[in-house]
């Protein structure tokens, strides 16, 4: 059987450095929060892919994470530790924040369309990302929180 390697890419921290550093009534101008944690786990950062520690400040945002020219377009709630470093994970590597949660993983088309989606329990999302990344008509994954429904992180094949 063929196997896929991939590739679990977060959100640049770049992209949140001077929000992270605003004031919270600039905060509520775009409808952020600052809150501290108090529970792990419970606050998975989309920068580092790790938990906040309980009482570690966290930024709660709005993002845009599916900005394409497609009907699929999509934003959501994410979470920003405020001291987090952007992951660089390994081929093949699963950070914590996925491990122990049901999962949604959206396999998108060149065109933006998503053209398939299953559910899956943390444990065995590398079987589901390697089987989606199978269908050559797949260029990218997205991993979403199945309940909450809140955006995690992209994939790639590696």
């Not at 998975?44 to 900005?67: M, N, Q, T, W, Y």
């Not at 934003?75 to 081929?91: D, K, M, Q, V, Y």
């Given at each position: ?61 709005a993002f845009k ?94």
């Amino acid at each position: 059987m063929k196997t896929t390697n991939f590739i679990i890419k977060p959100i640049e921290k770049n992209i949140f450095v001077e929000l992270l550093n605003w004031s919270e009534e600039q905060l509520a101008e775009v409808n952020a929060r600052r809150l501290i944690a108090d529970s792990k786990p419970g606050y998975p950062c989309r920068v580092s892919l790790k938990e906040a520690e309980v009482g570690e400040r966290i930024l709660l945002i709005a993002f845009k994470h599916h900005d394409v020219q497609s009907p699929y377009q999509a934003s959501g709630p994410i979470f920003i530790r405020e001291n987090a470093e952007t992951a660089e994970l390994e081929i093949n590597e699963i950070p914590e924040i996925l491990l122990e949660r049901l999962l949604s993983v959206r396999a998108y088309n060149s065109k933006n369309l998503m053209i398939c989606a299953e559910t899956v329990q943390g444990a065995k999302l590398g079987n589901v990302i390697r089987g989606q990344l199978l269908n050559n008509e797949v260029t990218y994954l997205q991993i979403h929180n199945a309940n909450p429904g809140c955006f995690n992180c992209n994939v790639y094949r590696a």
